[in-house]
């Protein structure tokens, strides 16, 4: 994503020191803000279909580091406007693209976080995603028909962003369908009905679920073992098992176990140590493990189970939507979350 476009003037040293010592700052805002300068960069080229999720996953990171006026609003206002459909309402991830309700929910949490809906037809975005749901209470993603949970998590949040989930879509049938994808043996969840579970997909029929106030539906304790065990000697966490940790799923696995009520149930002491370990101190940014090369994407999730960690010098983030707190209770939203047993 070209952050560059967006940034204010900066006098960010990287040189500079934050109080957690531990925590490489300022090589963090700098990364974030100068992300995708060159525009004739390989992979700038290449992500131009993830550019509304990019944004993203670099003002939310911004804003839990309480710098995000280090972009420039109104440049970014523009650019969603220019994303949203004319027809369906949905929004691209760029300008000639194809809208998709992954990207729409992008913007409108962007939006939010900038108080800023007003600028975007809300209308039409409620009938897209309305317009997405099937008989069988499922979302497809766009209109090529692909089904899956994380559609299902989508839609219940753009509706509830944008305070419309009373009216607009079959909520019982879409509790029936996200339901239908959990795994006895486990407690997980899949994409659809028999696949295999998976963390990040576990994130989002919990978040689902933390949205529709139906919490009561799950196994907690059967859901939360099964997570638990993804922590490894090393302190990260992976997705399944037998897979290696990784950044991301820091945030998957620790925002289901705290929207559970059990995120006590792993070693947050040596997971705050992994993550760090994926920092990249002469650049800035996060990687999915310790060695590689940094990415936007990892950089949120790594700030974002920091910040769920209680990491001294970053804003709260809501586990259910991964949106700093303070716009959440703005919004007067209150996903379910389950209290400590």
Known sequence: MDFTSFAKPSNVDGNNENNSTDLHFWKHVEYIENHGKDQDDYEYCMTEFLRMSGIYW??????????LDRLDRTSIIDFIRRCQCPVTGGFAPCEGHDPHILYTLSAIQILCIY?????IDCEAVVRYVSGLQQFDGSFFGDKWGEVDTRFSFCAVAILTLLGRMEGTINVDRAIKFVMSCCNQTDGGFGSKPGAESHAGL???CVGFLSLTQSLHLLDVDKLGWWLCERQLTSGGLNGRPEK???VCYS???LSSLTIMGRL????????KQFILTCQDSETGGFADRTGNMPDIFHTLFGIGALSI???????AINPTLCMPQYVIDRLGIKPQILSKP
């Open 58 to 67: 670099g003002v939310t990171a911004l804003d839990i580091m309480n710098q």
């Open 115 to 119: 108080d800023a809906l007003n600028e």
């Open 202 to 204: 576990i994130y989002c």
């Open 244 to 246: 290696l940790p990784d």
């Open 251 to 253: 945030w998957w696995v």
């Open 264 to 271: 006590h149930w792993i070693s947050a002491e040596k997971l």
């Open 309 to 315: 960690l209680g990491f001294e010098g970053l804003k």
